[in-house]
């Protein structure tokens, strides 16, 4: 089976611009979870949905959102690009939430 | 609210044990450990709830104090293979649930000379 993919893998835009991400689940998961990870830092949480309901919100500005579709796959949407935004973006999905995640390999975001 | 996990960072010899910690100030539900390998994506090790036993697996294993808020993993006889950065994740108890929210830790680093 195939594991959780993302799309593009590596993306760079400029401050202001805007960006969607897009994450694939695996087969029969049910949620997924953003997170942005920082070199050298641990991943942070951003959103996490389940059934196409946002379950959960971290501490990121409004400029972030998401959306999950009735298939399951989701995106994640970041407005008005800033340089601290440059990060690796990485999703999971399991298959309810409270099970274990499984990661994709995550689209680098680099702002100019 | 980050747990805080120790040491930073771990050189071991082939075959040596190693023991990482991850310690948080708050009443937890459950405590998630991956390892992220450089340039690659997290991979899942296991999961630990609130109530539950001790997990392990071949020579990985881990605990979980409820009452310390803290959980240990346990790496045995290590093997090359097992060199990465090892994160904790952390869910807050509400109530005897979880916040469905997974805080992870800033890292240990292990590094596995031959």
């Known amino acids: 089976d195939a594991g959780v993919t993302q799309s593009p893998t590596h993306l760079i835009k400029t401050r202001g611009q805007h960006v969607t991400l897009r994450c694939s689940p695996i087969s029969g998961h049910k949620s997924v979870s953003w997170y942005q990870q920082v070199l050298g830092q641990g991943p942070q949480f951003i959103f996490q949905?389940?059934?196409?309901?946002?379950?959960g919100r971290g501490n990121f500005p409004d400029r972030f959102s998401a959306r999950q579709f009735p298939n399951y796959s989701s995106e994640l949407n970041v407005n008005a690009l800033l340089l601290g935004d440059s990060a690796l973006y990485l999703c999971a999905s399991s298959w309810e939430a409270n099970q274990p995640q499984h990661f994709g390999d995550g689209t680098r975001l680099s702002i100019l | 609210q980050q747990p805080v996990q120790s040491p930073q960072a771990v050189i071991l010899r082939e075959g040596e044990d190693a023991v990482i910690n991850c310690s948080s100030s708050k009443a937890l539900y459950s405590v998630h450990w991956y390892r992220q390998k450089h340039g690659e994506a997290p991979v899942f090790l296991m999961i630990?709830?609130?109530?539950?036993e001790q997990k392990g697996h071949d020579k990985i294993s881990a605990s979980f104090n409820e009452k310390k808020q803290q959980s240990s993993l346990y790496l045995t006889a290590s093997q090359l293979s097992y060199s990465g950065t090892y994160f904790c994740?952390?869910?807050?108890?509400?109530?005897?649930?979880?916040?469905?929210?997974?805080?992870f830790g800033t890292g240990t680093r292990l590094t596995i000379i031959p």
């Open positions: 630990l709830l609130k109530g539950g």
């Open positions: 994740g952390t869910e807050i108890d509400v109530g005897n649930f979880g916040n469905e929210k997974l805080t």
């Open positions: 949905y389940y059934e196409k309901e946002e379950r």
